[in-house]
């Protein structure tokens, strides 16, 4: 059983819409972290979040985590083709277990 | 560029045989992780070390080591290799020592068992 649930898997649009991908689990987190990852790459840390109901935006990129501390949201607005990879999301139980990571959502913007 | 190395970028081996694997933490950091990840199963949590101590273990196999050394660098072996041990290998370090606070991942070596 996966402790972080990403959703969709994959993920094909054209440049210019807009997206929302899912980060969910039964369990509460006491930080969470989103990644991407290109091909070849290693993951790179896009942001941390901590307080439950906290929004964070990076340039196009909004992330939300939820309330109850068991799940977040990545929202890009006006998607470009330099947005295609893969997004993870990483949840920490408390600063001394081992972060947990999703299995990802693989995003491919057209041009 | 994260400031993590990691050699080498690929390796192919033969079941039955050992590598290692090598990670030079970011400047400063202390902690050094592994991940294995594979297509099926995502990012796996091995272990992680501490300024030279075992600091926490996850899904790390019996055939699987690591050491980190005093210059904090370290090393991940692999030894009986099967088939099914192909699969990207990262390693991540972090200023401190709790595992919930940002990593900072290395490029991987990617491994082949034939």
């Known amino acids: 059983t996966q402790l972080l649930e990403q959703s969709p898997q994959f993920l094909s649009i054209q440049e210019g819409e807009n997206l929302t991908v899912y980060c969910n689990s039964s369990?509460?987190?006491?930080?969470l972290q989103w990644y991407r990852q290109e091909p070849g790459e290693g993951p790179v840390l896009l942001v941390t979040?901590?307080?439950?109901?906290e929004v964070k935006k990076l340039k196009r990129l909004t992330f939300q985590f939820g309330d109850a501390r068991k799940d977040s949201s990545l929202h890009i607005t006006a998607a470009q083709p330099g947005d295609t990879g893969l997004y993870l999301c990483?949840?920490?139980?408390?600063?001394?277990?081992?972060?947990?990571f999703g299995k990802g959502t693989r995003l491919s913007v057209i041009a | 560029d994260s400031g993590v190395t990691q050699t080498p970028k690929h390796l192919i081996t033969a079941t039955g045989q050992r590598v290692t694997l090598r990670c030079s933490p970011r400047?400063?950091?202390?902690?050094v992780y592994w991940y294995q990840q594979s297509l099926d199963q995502g990012l796996q949590f091995l272990i992680q070390?501490?300024?030279?101590?075992?600091?926490a273990k996850g899904n790390i196999l019996e055939r699987f080591s690591a050491q980190q050394f005093p210059d904090l660098h370290s090393e991940l072996n692999l030894s009986s290799l099967e088939l099914g041990d192909s699969a990207l290998y990262f390693c991540?370090?972090?200023?401190?020592?709790?595992?919930?606070?940002?990593?900072?991942f290395g490029p991987g070596t990617r491994l082949t068992v034939t």
């Open positions: 991540a370090s972090s200023v401190g020592g709790t595992s919930g606070v940002e990593q900072y």
């Open positions: 369990s509460v987190f006491s930080s």
């Open positions: 979040v901590v307080t439950g109901g």
């Open positions: 990483a949840g920490a139980k408390s600063g001394n277990t081992p972060l947990v």
């Open positions: 400047s400063g950091d202390l902690s």
């Open positions: 070390y501490y300024n030279g101590e075992e600091r």
